[in-house]
């Protein structure tokens, strides 16, 4: 592992379990067809962007879900969602950051992501989180 990799791979245990860091090395469902796109979110997503001072995990957190729910892209809100609450984010916190963006984004998308929260809530309740 290099510099960057393994910088991006301290900082994603902000937001992850420490197992689901270490799945995250040894499984990548995508890796028969794009090998290097596990290394380049470890590398620059975490290693680069999210590493940057300024703002605390919550904070980058909270920026990252809105940032995909503004895009509909579901699975990446389940992951961020997960990934906000371990970074401790609370439940009040995610529907409120999900509610201030219904003048921006619509009622739809808003909807879709808090349906997908509450998912994501049950699941950490059954869980036992």
Do not use: C, W
């Not at 510099?3 to 791979?9: A, L, N």
């Not at 290394?39 to 995990?57: C, H, N, Q, T, W």
């Not at 940032?67 to 439940?91: D, E, F, N, S």
């Amino acid at each position: 592992m290099n510099e960057r990799f393994t910088k991006g791979f301290e900082t994603i245990k902000q937001y992850v379990t420490e197992e689901e860091a270490a799945r995250m090395i040894e499984s990548d469902a995508l890796a028969d067809v794009a090998p290097d796109l596990r290394k380049m979110i470890i590398e620059f997503a975490y290693g680069e962007v999210y590493s940057r001072p300024g703002l605390d995990a919550k904070s980058r957190a909270l920026v990252v879900i809105t940032a995909v729910v503004t895009q509909g892209a579901a699975p990446q809100t389940k992951t961020h969602i997960k990934r906000g609450l371990h970074a401790g984010l609370t439940q009040t916190e995610i529907i409120e950051g999900l509610l201030q963006l219904v003048p921006y984004i619509g009622f739809p998308r808003v909807q879709n992501a808090l349906t997908i929260a509450q998912q994501v809530f049950k699941e950490e309740v059954e869980n036992g989180k």
